[in-house]
T-cell receptor, first 119, second 111 residues
Framework: DTEVTQTPKHLVMGMTNKKSLKCEQHMGHRAMYWYKQKAKKPPELMFVYSYEKLSINESVPSRFSPECPNSSLLNLHLHALQPEDSALYLC??????????????????FGPGTRLTVL | LAKTTQPISMDSYEGQEVNITCSHNNIATNDYITWYQQFPSQGPRFIIQGYKTKVTNEVASLFIPADRKSSTLSLPRVSLSDTAVYYCLVGDVEYGNKLVFGAGTILRVKS
């Protein structure tokens, strides 16, 4: 299995709802990432997990709560979102690579994303 | 993190070679240069990565001059399916580190 899967594909939620995005990979990667991408803009990093521990939080508002229950699974819990949070949410994972080694150094494998609309 | 500058868009025709140049004047010693491709409503896909000189794989070549202040992604004989956004990223690619995407170049391939 060489892909990152994300569910759901699309999500519509109200500002008072609580929902979760799910990301899964079975490539044995030990780093996983959440990105947010607005229309016609580049992806922006939100969180990085390394060995199931949160290692980078790019000052993301607390209404976004990441969780890494195990090495294959990454969740993003959503609560009290605003309409401006509507975007494509991308998950990625990367293997632990060595410079000059057989795999591209920290190549990130992205999922197809979840298209989130907040009403 | 080094800032990158790319053309906003480029047009090409099928069968042509396309070269997209990225400027990164403040590249640091530990930084690698990485290119990703993204189709609409899909996640980015890794294309190629290099540190210096030339790197070639089955889909592209990456040319990096000695001063490393710029790099050029070369796509040989493009087809309509190469229409996408191409991102140049420069950074220390340590394990679990962050990627900072620049604005990207929209490549449109016409028949």
């Amino acid at each position: 299995d060489t892909e990152v899967t994300q569910t759901p594909k699309h999500l519509v939620m109200g500002m008072t709802n609580k929902k979760s995005l799910k990301c899964e990979q079975h490539m044995g990667h030990r780093a996983m990432y959440w990105y947010k991408q607005k229309a016609k803009k580049p992806p922006e990093l939100m969180f990085v997990y390394s060995y199931e521990k949160l290692s980078i939080n790019e000052s993301v508002p607390s209404r976004f709560s990441p969780e890494c229950p195990n090495s294959s699974l990454l969740n993003l819990h959503l609560h009290a979102l605003q309409p401006e949070d509507s975007a494509l949410y991308l998950c990625a994972s990367s293997p632990k690579g060595l410079a000059g080694g057989p795999i591209n150094y920290n190549e990130q494998f992205f999922g197809p994303g979840t298209r989130l609309t907040v009403l | 993190l080094a800032k990158t500058t790319q053309p906003i868009s480029m047009d090409s025709y099928e069968g042509q070679e396309v070269n997209i140049t990225c400027s990164h004047n403040n590249i640091a010693t530990n930084d690698y240069i990485t290119w990703y491709q993204q189709f609409p409503s899909q996640g980015p896909r890794f294309i190629i990565q290099g540190y210096k000189t030339k790197v070639t794989n089955e889909v592209a070549s990456l040319f990096i001059p000695a001063d490393r202040k710029s790099s050029t992604l070369s796509l040989p004989r493009v087809s309509l399916s190469d229409t996408a956004v191409y991102y140049c990223l420069v950074g220390d690619v340590e394990y679990g580190n962050k990627l900072v995407f620049g604005a990207g170049t929209i490549l449109r391939v016409k028949s």
